[in-house]
């Protein structure tokens, strides 16, 4: 059984510029400093909030600066959306505009008032009042009453939103929660926090892998063996998951969708205090241990994050 949304993996731009407006103007927490197993040389970075809880954690690949833009469209998760208190998105108007980040007009979605916003490099960000929020980090830049807690949700843009749906409820966990317009939305009945995935039907362009798109979705396993029954769910559907990997933090089972999005099964243990302490979570670059001997070069290619807070 999946319990919802574990977290989101998205490329961006320098790693700076992203520490500055995920910690800093989101008022997030940053809970790891790692670097990219499959590329050693650069980052991985895991935001999340206050008590870094799966269903709150955006990850980001750093790339150069010249690094290839990506474009937001079908074949990806196109929004991200966290929770926010009822009556925070007017205070978080106000913080975008002092930070120089463009915001939208907020809109109604599900009645709930949604926010969105483009990070510096194109990713968006929605932000979504709900009465469920929870999680918000004390001890961020923002005040507890405006933080972000979990997730809300995910948007799918998918090139086959019938099989996207289909592959959803029978592998994922997931119902049909109802339809506005377009946006077809999923709810999770295990989940207990991030539990909604809505399905944008309508056609959009292809999108592109680059700097400013989500490079996969994870859904939350609660144990190894609740992620190899759902991987053999896939393999019974004809999809081709790859075998469990371990990622130090979790334990990872990729899919590609058929609709073409990159989805990932991820457990909840043995979780983000495996190498430091809750305390210092995210305060120091941790690698794992078929890196550790290389440490000093790898140091030597990454440049030291400062934390705003
Ligand atoms: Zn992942």
């Given at each position: 059984m999946l319990t919802g949304l574990h977290h989101v993996t998205a490329i961006c731009g320098p790693a700076q510029p992203n520490v500055d407006v995920?910690?800093?103007?989101?008022?997030?927490?940053?809970?790891k400093q790692t670097?990219?197993?499959?590329?050693?040389?650069t980052y991985h970075l895991y935001y999340a909030d206050g008590p870094a809880r799966p269903g709150s954690f955006l990850t980001f690949f750093p790339w150069p600066s010249d690094g290839l833009r990506g474009r937001v469209g079908a074949?990806?998760?196109?929004a991200t959306a966290y929770t926010v208190s009822p009556g925070a998105l007017s205070e978080w108007i106000d913080r975008f505009a002092e930070a120089g980040i463009p915001t939208a007009v907020p809109t109604s979605r599900f009645g709930q008032n949604v926010l969105t916003v483009h990070d510096g490099d194109g990713l968006v960000i929605d932000l979504i009042e709900d009465e469920?929020?929870?999680?918000?980090?004390?001890?961020?830049?923002?005040p507890t009453s405006m933080a972000l807690g979990a997730f809300h949700s995910v948007t799918l843009c998918s090139h086959n939103p019938d099989a996207t749906l289909r592959v959803l409820t029978e592998a994922y966990g997931y119902q049909e929660h109802g339809q506005e317009g377009d946006r077809l939305r999923l709810v999770?009945?295990?989940?207990?926090?991030?539990?909604f995935v809505d399905i944008d039907v309508a056609p959009q362009p292809a999108g592109r892998m680059g700097?400013?798109?989500?490079h996969h979705v994870a859904f939350r396993a609660p144990d190894d063996d609740a992620e190899l029954e759902a991987r053999e769910t896939l393999l019974s559907m004809g999809l081709q998951p790859t075998p469990q990997i371990d990622r130090q933090y979790f334990h990872s089972v990729y899919t590609r969708e058929p609709g073409g999005i990159l989805f990932e099964i991820a457990t909840d243990?043995?979780?983000?205090t495996v190498d430091e302490p809750f305390e210092t979570l995210g305060r120091a670059l941790k690698l794992p241990a078929q890196y550790e001997p290389q440490r000093a070069a790898i140091e030597a290619r990454l440049t030291p994050l400062e934390l705003p807070y």
């Open positions: 995920y910690a800093g103007t989101l008022g997030l927490r940053l809970v670097v990219n197993f499959d590329d050693p040389g074949g990806q998760a196109t469920d929020a929870s999680g918000q980090w004390a001890d961020g830049l923002v999770n009945p295990n989940a207990d926090r991030a539990r700097i400013g798109t989500v243990p043995p979780g983000f």
